[in-house]
């Protein structure tokens, strides 16, 4: 099939992705999308996403359509080229991401409102209910920064499982053997970490260790009364809560596991404390005894190195449209925790 030629700069085209959509009717080549207003054929490309990521190789016309569209952000994020945006779209679709997945990410990271932010993670998979409701709104927007969205989606979703929730010893990272692929030998050691771990130590350049009291005071507030609105049986008609995360289901009972699961959380950032730190909150923790994970986030001596996206072949005059990036579908791949500065009761 012979490569269209580059057409000429339009509101959506491939050299005219930096212009503003606006209300006119397209006037150049789209056959019958030639006639519809730019708000249809924006609605049509983003009520699709497994259909919308085909248009990319239909022409070089519909693939700036949809770079410039519901995949501006994504396309943003990756320095406004084609090439790495298509990169890190057939990297995705190749380790079992979805097209749809791949479209929330993208609106992901247009967001703003925390609210809006959680449930997005909600829908694309990386948290399920459970621990998108036990997380403080201080952890969502973290997960929601754009380069810890990115480096989010290339590990095993849901980033806090059921498993992970309900067990105190994985969340304290107690957990040793080679039983999960989950346990890393860190500082000698075996230690269990979640996903959500795997985040923070992978941009532990942005924290100072002044920040984990914080986090872990978040985390004890969420406890107590929610720093975003939960997911809740009665007011979500988009997610349905899975009988195996909540065995009652009940706007009550959920309420109270995430409470119970918020202040789990806030225990388990005694990991990444000092000495002193813990000695603050526990009178009786060992002197000279720093959390198990602390080494791993602050003495690291290398910078973390950036996100990489594996390389394909790049798009070129040799490049054949007609759907090969986007094939139908890939399968998917107690104790209670002190306050700084109050009291925090587990249920």
């Not at 957990?175 to 000698?188: H, N």
């Not at 198990?292 to 190195?305: D, I, Q, T």
Request: charged share 25%; aromatic share 6%; with cysteine.
């Amino acid at each position: 099939m012979r490569t269209p030629a580059i057409p000429a700069p339009t509101s959506y085209g491939f050299n005219g992705l930096n212009e503003a959509a606006t209300s006119e009717p397209r006037r150049q080549g789209f056959g019958t999308l030639d006639r519809l207003p730019a708000e249809t054929l924006d609605h049509i490309v983003r009520s699709a996403p497994e259909a919308t990521l085909r248009l990319m190789d239909t022409s070089h016309d519909l693939e700036g359509f949809v770079i410039g569209t519901v995949l501006r952000p994504l396309y943003d994020q990756h320095g406004n080229s084609i090439h790495r945006t298509r990169r890190f779209i057939t990297s995705a679709l190749k380790r079992g991401r979805t097209a749809t997945q791949i479209v929330l990410l993208s609106k992901l990271l247009s967001d703003r409102d925390t609210d809006v932010r959680g449930r997005r993670l909600v829908q694309m998979g990386v948290l399920n209910i459970r621990s998108h409701n036990a997380l403080c709104a201080d952890f969502i927007n973290l997960l929601c920064r754009a380069e810890a969205a990115l480096y989010a989606f290339e590990l095993d979703f849901p980033l806090l499982s059921t498993e992970d929730l309900r067990s105190r010893r994985r969340l304290m990272g107690e957990l040793t053997g080679t039983g999960t692929s989950m346990v890393q030998c860190m500082d000698g050691k075996q230690r269990y970490v979640t996903g959500l771990d795997k985040v923070l130590l992978h941009f532990s350049h942005w924290f100072k260790e002044q920040d984990i009291p914080d986090l872990f005071d978040s985390q004890c507030d969420h406890g107590q009364e929610p720093s975003h609105r939960l997911i809740l049986p009665s007011n979500s008609d988009s997610f349905a809560v899975d009988a195996g995360d909540f065995p009652d289901a009940s706007d009550s009972s959920v309420e109270t596991v995430a409470s119970v699961d918020a202040r789990h959380l806030a225990l388990s950032m005694k990991r990444y404390m000092t000495a002193q730190m813990l000695k603050m909150l526990d009178n009786n923790a060992p002197a000279g005894q720093y959390g198990v994970l602390y080494a791993e986030m602050f003495l690291k001596s290398a910078p973390r190195k950036p996100i990489k996206i594996p390389p394909s072949t790049p798009i070129g005059p040799g490049h054949q449209w007609g759907g090969d990036m986007f094939p139908e579908r890939l399968p998917m791949s107690a104790d209670t925790p002190s306050k700084t500065n109050k009291a925090c009761v587990l249920l």
